[in-house]
């Protein structure tokens, strides 16, 4: 080892944050607001009580409130697996010959396998304190419905899960982990719903999406009383969530007396990019620091990159209130070779609104070879196999170092290492295999998705 900074660097327990950092109070443009697609006025709380449990809804809607802080029961939660390590890549900076310091925050080491814990916890908590009987939500990969089914275990509220259809069955052991915590796992789409039933009527629907989940996840919710829904990724309230990640990363860096130059992050709806960014987005808005943060995206579903900043709907359904973000259009669907996650279309309004306003300085977008390629590397080197989503990062993590040991800069790199590979053995055999097809959407395709947007608001 270089020098004295150890390979981990733990924070104790009485040091997990007692609050949660909320960026909107240091934006100087907040995003546009949410819209209630009916009356194309903003949502107010009232309106989103209907979907989510009020003190969420509070929460979506925040702007001034710096810090929210942690119910007890929440950190007490927390402490089974965080504060989550803060590793210094010593392996990875040798097998790269960089001058630069590589570092991860590694977010996998729960039973779900991935950061979405953070925010699970949260939601199934304040659902529980509202009295209600249970949430319901939707999943892609499983990672989120996995959460979720541990939070509702956890707090014993019934947990309905609408699973994209193709995904659960390619991915059953998934399935078994959610019922193992007594979920309810309906396959999406469904004829529980009035959503599902329409998209039935079509057999080339038949895998599902993730859009389509959503919408049958809120009908349900909206329906049944005792209800609410839940979302894993995209919404304000669990980027203040996540910002739990930045906020322990920032105090370990502290520590050991270092501060990150590029702070990366996989981006898919944007949680664990804005979580990881948040504690030092909040030094970059107020002037303290200016880190440089990058967001990577697959190619296949690159709505930073190739989007367009609009209102649009969260899901296929059209039932969620429309949001300003970057988007592929509400109907846009990623090539069905695509096995690396981050297929949302649309990105976290907070994100799309930093990135449009220039704090966040940088997207890219990788092909999913290069990221099955590095994830190998990875889990030879580092020893911890990636969840292909947190390849994303770790690929520019490494272009990044690559481009110090040119200009022989010793930067600080702090990327995020959201989960665990284990629940994508599928996917590695198959690149394995050779068959993985890396054809990103074509220009006809996104412009085929940019032609469904919503008419705009005039302000
Ligand atoms: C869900 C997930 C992501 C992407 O979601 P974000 O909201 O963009 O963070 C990334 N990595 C893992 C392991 C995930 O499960």
């Not at 924070?11 to 443009?29: F, G």
């Not at 994100?351 to 966040?360: E, F, N, P, R, T």
């Not at 977008?365 to 290069?370: A, L, N, P, R």
């Not at 690929?395 to 022989?408: P, S």
């Given at each position: ?231 894993g990724s995209v919404l304000n309230q669990v980027l203040i969530h996540q910002s739990i990640i930045g906020l322990e990363s920032k105090l370990a860096m502290e520590k050991i007396d270092r501060y990150p130059d ?42 930073m990159t190739r989007g367009k900043f609009a209102y649009d709907y969260c899901d296929t359904g059209q039932v969620t209130p429309l949001a300003k973000m970057y988007t592929l259009g509400h109907g846009f669907i ?126």
């Amino acid at each position: 080892m270089k020098n004295n900074i150890p390979y981990k660097t733990y924070l104790t327990e009485k040091e997990i944050p007692e609050s949660w950092y909320n960026v909107r109070a240091d934006m100087q443009n907040d995003h546009r607001p949410l819209l209630n697609p009916a009356t194309m006025q903003p949502v107010t709380v009232a309106d989103l009580s209907s979907v989510f449990c009020e003190e969420l809804a509070k929460q979506e809607l925040n702007t001034t409130d710096r810090y929210i802080p942690i119910p007890e029961e929440i950190r007490n939660f927390y402490k089974m697996f965080r504060p989550s390590p803060l590793i210094r890549a010593y392996f990875l900076e040798e097998v790269l010959d960089t001058p630069a310091e590589i570092y991860y925050k590694y977010e996998g080491g729960n039973t779900s396998g991935s950061h979405k814990l953070n925010s699970a916890i949260a939601q199934a908590y304040y659902a529980k304190k509202q009295g209600l009987k249970g949430v319901t939500t939707e999943t892609g990969a499983g990672q989120w419905g996995t959460a979720l089914a541990m939070a509702c275990g956890y707090f014993d509220l019934d947990c309905k899960v609408y699973m994209v259809r193709v995904s659960a069955e390619q991915k059953p052991d998934r399935v078994a982990i959610m019922e193992t915590y007594n979920a309810d796992v309906t396959m999406s789409p469904s004829d529980t719903t009035e959503v599902g039933r329409k998209m039935l009527l079509d057999p080339a629907n038949r895998n599902g999406s993730l859009g389509t989940a959503i919408s049958e996840a809120v009908e349900y919710a909206v329906l049944n009383e005792g209800y609410r829904y839940t979302l894993g990724s995209v919404l304000n309230q669990v980027l203040i969530h996540q910002s739990i990640i930045g906020l322990e990363s920032k105090l370990a860096m502290e520590k050991i007396d270092r501060y990150p130059d590029v702070v990366i992050g996989c981006a898919g709806g944007g949680s664990n990019l804005g979580g990881l960014m948040s504690a030092f987005m909040a030094d970059r808005l107020t002037g303290k620091q200016s880190p440089y943060f990058i967001a990577v995206e697959p190619a296949s579903c690159p709505s930073m990159t190739r989007g367009k900043f609009a209102y649009d709907y969260c899901d296929t359904g059209q039932v969620t209130p429309l949001a300003k973000m970057y988007t592929l259009g509400h109907g846009f669907i990623p090539p069905a070779s695509h096995a690396g996650g981050l297929r949302f279309h649309g990105m976290s309004p907070i994100l799309s609104q930093l990135y449009h306003d220039g704090y966040l300085d940088e997207a890219r977008s990788v092909t999913q070879k290069e990221i099955f390629e590095v994830a190998g590397l990875f889990a030879k080197v580092e020893g911890t196999l990636p969840a292909p989503e947190s390849a994303h990062a770790i690929k520019t993590a490494i272009d990044e170092a690559l481009k110090c040991k040119e200009t022989g800069e010793k930067k600080v790199i702090l990327f995020g290492l959201t989960g665990t590979g284990y629940f994508d053995m599928s996917a590695y055999r198959r690149y394995r295999e050779n068959d993985l097809d890396d054809t990103p959407p074509t220009d006809e395709s996104i412009a085929k998705g940019l032609a469904n947007l919503p008419a705009q608001p005039d302000f």
